[in-house]
């Protein structure tokens, strides 16, 4: 299907890739492949478990080609989902879903025929045949694609133990936890409490009070950064700054311990008071904190009561967001505990003024405060290549940290080489166009460190 220079528009394009992009390893600092998979490392039962099972990029897209929910997330067999998927796929030219179904098709199975209806059952066929073989188990499908460091999106109450016995028995790759406590944040869930009864379990002490909450996250930092941890990551879809002039965060979590009902502005100063703590933490373990913003979670509500969230009825947030931003970023800077921070925004609208608003806290280490990339409905050669223009236009583009897959699925990987191509192919319209040296030999940092060698150094992978 795709020829060796597809996206690569000119020879200089060729160039960059081939010469300086292609083979270089890969550092997936940002998944959520689970660790108890990658360690147990089972066979696939077929391509549709290892394609189309949790992916709701293809579930969405599935829906919009008039596919029955039963072949998409109800009883369907497997073929028959399977099925489905092919005669979705003719329709997706101009959608990256249509490439790297294809990408991972030729990189991983060597198969270049065209996914569609007619070729459903040969397609069948020979990747189930494949998926038997010990290369297609899922460490080989890891190692296989030259990766180096996958880090796993963990709860604070993880006992990291699969990421333990991987350092034990997994010498070709290392998998790195990354601490993700948007439950301990989320005040006003309903199930804030039962968790928060969990986290005592996993912090070996009584939660009775705001500072005992504090004690246990901390306990739970330590163990993280005991166990490799180098990252923090949030899902915050609505950021609301509000400090403790008025209220207490100590009050309001003895509230929330009452069962009584919070108000937007309780939860507001709660967020807020727990964000600078962690933030704090994060700043003294030399860690780097990931803020995902401005997803809209579960915008249907009648299927989110069917098949519950991520099942693909998520949308873009357009709420204004720099505001709270600045005085969250602010606070901390203030005290002098900012740590290094990757800004994504799910809505490409915000990105020249959260390029802004980094340039305004930036310290010791190269883009302490970094846009990150294309995250969602942005990993497109479209919303890539708009990611790349606003850093480059307003901050160090020479000092990103480049792709992730923020995936599930263990054949992702083919979007780091589709991220490649599509910055070979920007970076030589800008050569083309005079405006960066026609000697590539100067780009060659450019590329190498944006593609493998920022996120060994930023993320402190490599000492």
């Avoid at 929330?256 to 967020?271: D, G």
């Avoid at 915008?299 to 873009?316: F, H």
């Avoid at 995936?407 to 979007?415: A, G």
Wanted: glycine share 4%; proline share 4%.
């Amino acid at each position: 299907m795709f020829k060796e220079n597809f996206l690569l528009t000119n020879p200089i394009a060729e160039t960059l890739y081939h010469h300086y992009a292609e083979d270089l390893p890969i550092i997936d600092y940002h998944c959520h492949l689970d660790p108890k998979e990658i360690y147990e490392d089972q066979p696939f039962k077929n391509i549709t478990e290892a394609w189309l099972s949790g992916d709701h990029y293809k579930w969405r897209l599935m829906r919009a080609c008039g596919i029955e929910e039963e072949k998409i997330t109800g009883p369907a067999s497997d073929y028959d989902k399977f099925a489905a998927w092919c005669q979705t796929v003719p329709k997706l030219i101009g959608n990256p879903l249509y490439t790297w179904t294809h990408l991972e098709l030729q990189r991983f199975f060597d198969i270049d025929l065209p996914v569609n209806e007619a070729n459903t059952a040969t397609l069948w066929e020979q990747c189930n045949q494949k998926l038997q073989q010990a290369a297609f188990s899922r460490r080989s499908l890891i190692a296989n694609s030259r990766v180096e460091i996958v880090c796993t999106t963990d709860d604070p109450i993880d006992n990291l133990s699969y990421h333990q016995q991987l350092r034990q028995t997994e010498d070709r790759f290392t998998v790195l936890p990354t601490f993700r406590p948007d439950k301990a944040i989320k005040i006003g869930d309903a199930h804030f409490l039962s968790y928060i009864a969990q986290l005592a379990a996993a912090s070996n002490q009584t939660i009775e009070s705001y500072p005992d909450l504090l004690a246990a996250l901390s306990q739970r930092i330590r163990y993280f950064s005991e166990n490799g941890c180098r990252l923090a990551d949030h899902g915050i879809d609505t950021l609301t700054f509000k400090d403790q002039s008025e209220l207490s965060a100590a009050d309001i979590f003895q509230k929330a311990r009452a069962k009584k009902t919070l108000s937007e502005q309780e939860i507001a100063v709660f967020q807020t008071a727990l964000l600078l703590e962690l933030m704090k933490h994060y700043h003294q373990a030399g860690w780097t904190m990931q803020l995902h913003l401005h997803a809209y979670r579960n915008c249907n509500q009648r299927m989110y009561q069917t098949l519950g969230p991520d099942t693909g009825y998520d949308g873009i947030n357009d709420r204004s967001i720099v505001k709270d931003l600045q005085q969250l970023l602010n606070q901390a800077d203030q005290a002098q505990y900012l740590p290094q921070v990757i800004l994504y925004s799910l809505n490409p609208n915000d990105y020249d003024a959260l390029v802004a608003l980094m340039g305004c806290f930036q310290s010791t280490g190269a883009n302490k405060l970094q846009l990150g990339s294309g995250w969602w409905y942005n990993d497109t050669r479209a919303g890539m290549r708009r990611q790349l223009t606003a850093f480059a236009d307003g901050s160090v583009l020479f000092n990103f940290v480049g792709m992730l897959t923020d995936s599930r699925s263990f054949l992702s990987y083919t979007r780091h080489e589709y991220f490649r191509r599509v910055l070979c192919e920007w970076l030589a319209e800008i050569v083309i166009r005079g405006e960066a040296p026609t000697d590539l030999q100067q780009l060659k940092p450019l590329i190498e460190n944006i593609c493998y060698h920022n996120a060994a150094h930023y993320f402190q992978f490599r000492r």
